[in-house]
């Protein structure tokens, strides 16, 4: 059972992230990408801080189960996108929703979790007022509606708003995700632990959604596959479940600032070939259509 959150964020490496323009994604990846010299820590960590300002940790089941949410605007609402089996055996009431607590984040590698000596502060997340929910059960995922009067605590923003999409992800392109994978937790009392964020980067390879073998589920015009590199350490993506997608696009600014893009949710994962499945962009806005003015 999981007594709460922490924003302690545990991650691989920094990463090589490319530049989109506006939300057009550049075809030639490499004449836009950060190397590592390039992309210095404190680039990287402002990019980590402004996705975890986005991302919010989802407690289900009392506690027992957990997930990933993404905090998005589209049309004038603000939805909680995550994928669907995540909330699907709860109801919305009994949910709780941890958003990115106020101060900076610290990034913690994972065999330093718990930091020695440390008191880390957990968060049991809290219930939000929302006014409706839409559901893509196909493509697996869902967008919780807040009201209008609702509040959004810590130091979350809303990201948007979401537009259609225009060119292709070129090959290449690193992607990342934070979210809050059950196998990232450590005890805090007798049958209780508590989970803490990851953030993880992998690299988009088109080739994956055309392998032999894969789920008739699959639909690689609303899906996408993607590989998933912490299971070499051991780390299940349980609890990634719901998490956005991100690449870097161009903020078109003489200073570089983090201007994440979101091109999908993760839904699922495919054990066997290590692969995560995702709804897409074009997924996504077909399910936020549906939310009625």
Known sequence: MSGGLFWLVTGRERIAMEAHTGDRIMSDARRYMFTQNEMDKAEYLAFQERLASHTIGILTDGGRGVGTGTLASFNGHRVILTAHHVIKDTPISKLRFSFRPEGNLEEVPMQHVPLPGRKIPLLSGASIKSTSVV????????????????????????????????????????????????GNSIN???????????SDHMRYDSKLNEQKYLPSSFDPDSQFLLKYEWAKDGL???????AGLWCSRNSNTPIWTPNPFLIGVVTSYLKRSNLLVAA??????????????
Do not use: C, M, W
């Not at 196909?138 to 225009?166: C, F, R, S, W």
């Not at 805090?188 to 990851?198: D, E, L, M, S």
């Not at 299940?236 to 719901?242: N, V």
């Not at 997924?283 to 549906?290: K, N, R």
């Open 236 to 242: 299940l993506p349980h609890g990634f479940s719901g």
């Open 135 to 182: 559901t893509d059960e196909t493509n697996d995922i869902t967008a919780i509606v807040l009201h209008e009067e609702y509040q959004i605590g810590g130091a979350a923003t809303v990201y948007g708003p979401l537009q259609q999409p225009k060119g292709n992800i070129p090959d290449g392109t690193s992607v990342l995700l934070l979210g809050f994978p059950v």
């Open 188 to 198: 805090v009392a007798p049958n209780i632990k508590a989970v803490g964020a990851v």
């Open 280 to 293: 897409n962009r074009k997924s996504i806005l077909a399910l936020l259509t549906q939310i009625r003015a």
